[in-house]
């Protein structure tokens, strides 16, 4: 983009550097080369044989002529720049969008994390109600012995250890 400006920086400078000598075409198909005051036609001084209204409107027209390629110019750098701030934006644009997408797996990995939680708190909850209820059965037919009375609270109760392990997991990635 900056070779590209210096390039016609540097086409410009040279073009009105080479400006004391410009070409006009006519309307009529004549071709005049203007050179400070002399006016010359296929080589030729016609200075002298020009009337002073075809001398001013070969100037007008070189003046039409600078004006045209100074327009051109000044709208060349304006394209150059809105091209710019268009590639700045379209940067801008992308980087929002891989920030949103950075966010979006970052959400998607949160949300599965708390679905892998809520499941494991469900089945260990539905562990301990299944444990709970077969304890209730054997105590109540008197299947269970003293000693197996302190496993099963001692085996409940590690089981109640997961539940709130799990709860507690699940509640940290709320």
């Known amino acids: 983009m900056k070779i590209r400006i210096f390039t016609i920086a540097l086409i410009s400078s040279f073009l009105f ?4 000598s410009e070409s006009v075409i006519m309307e009529d198909g004549s071709v ?8 010359k036609t296929n080589g030729a ?21 600078r004006e ?3 327009e051109a110019e000044r709208l060349q750098k304006e394209l150059e720049r809105q091209q710019e701030d268009l590639e700045k934006a379209q940067e801008q644009a ?23 939680a809520r499941e494991d708190y469900l089945k260990a909850k539905k562990r301990l109600a299944d444990q709970q209820e077969k ?21 409940l109760a590690e089981i109640q250890a997961e539940v709130d392990a799990a709860q507690k997991r699940m509640d940290n990635l709320k």
């Open 94 to 116: 992308r980087k929002k969008q891989e920030d949103l997408e950075d966010k979006q797996r970052d959400l998607e990995s949160k949300l599965k994390a708390q679905e892998e």
């Open 32 to 39: 005049y080369e203007v050179k400070g005051k002399t006016f």
């Open 17 to 20: 550097s080479c400006g004391s």
């Open 45 to 65: 001084d016609v200075s002298e044989s020009l009337t002073d209204d075809e001398k001013q409107n070969i100037r007008a027209l070189i003046t039409k002529k």
């Open 68 to 70: 045209a390629q100074e």
């Open 135 to 155: 304890y209730k059965n054997l105590r109540d037919k008197g299947k269970l012995s003293p000693r197996d009375e302190a496993s099963w609270a001692e085996k």
